[in-house]
């Protein structure tokens, strides 16, 4: 079975600098995605960053970026130029493809707290 | 696009009435729509899968006939609490996929039972 580990429950960067909050997870298959998910104090859950695990290349989305280390199975997000709309919780998520079903497994979640 | 909406946003019901939660795709066809509950400070947890006009599929250790859940259309797809009790209290999140590889989350039920 496929799990996910966020090892940092809590983060606090100031405003405009950089900050990385890590995640790895554990599987066997070859062919999977993987996912960061921003949940701010609203609770609307919000994709940032999606990685295909084919793809060598790290993912890039504006001010987020991933380090994906398919070996080390290692799948950070690094939030540059933080922002106080950034505060929120960050969720690491694994997905095995499937024709029936596509479930995300989520990790523990981490706190970020960008400060003024 | 791709947005889903979830309604009520926030319900209160007495302890052993049933509650429905409605989860809608506005503007595409959803082929899987999920259900996850989401205590306090913690992630998501899935409760069960639902593929249009077939049973949904449970996850391990979610009750069946507590957590009813009807897909009966490609976009819409509801979960009835039965017989709630307290410690049914708790955020309820849907979301859709629309064939691809990204869900599109709803914004999520507070449920209250008192």
């Known amino acids: 079975a496929q799990t996910v580990t966020q090892s940092q429950p809590e983060m606090s960067v100031q405003e405009a600098e950089t900050v990385t909050l890590s995640c790895t997870y554990d599987?066997?298959?070859?062919?999977?995605?993987l996912f960061w998910y921003k949940q701010p104090p609203s609770r609307q859950m919000i994709l940032v960053i999606r990685q295909e695990a084919y793809k060598q290349q790290n993912a890039t989305e504006n001010r987020f970026s991933v380090n994906f280390q398919k070996a080390a199975k290692s799948f950070s997000l690094k939030i540059s130029d933080s922002q106080l709309g950034d505060t929120a919780m960050y969720f690491c998520a694994f997905m095995k493809p499937s024709l029936l079903t596509n479930k995300l497994i989520f990790g523990t979640g981490t706190l970020l707290a960008v400060q003024p | 696009g791709a947005v889903v909406s979830q309604h009520p946003s926030w319900v209160i019901c007495k302890s052993g009435t049933s509650v429905k939660i409605e989860c809608r795709s506005l503007d595409f066809q959803a082929t899987t729509m999920f259900w996850y509950r989401q205590f306090p400070k913690q992630s998501l947890m899935l409760m069960a899968t639902?593929?249009?006009?077939?049973?949904?599929?449970?996850e391990q250790g979610v009750e069946k006939d507590k957590f009813l859940i009807n897909h009966a259309s490609l976009t819409l797809s509801t979960l009835t609490v039965t017989s709630a009790h307290p410690e049914d209290s708790s955020f309820y999140i849907c979301s859709a996929i629309a064939g691809g590889s990204e869900q599109f989350f709803g914004p999520g039920t507070r449920l209250t039972v008192l």
């Open positions: 639902s593929n249009e006009g077939s049973k949904a599929t449970y």
């Open positions: 599987t066997s298959e070859n062919n999977y995605y």
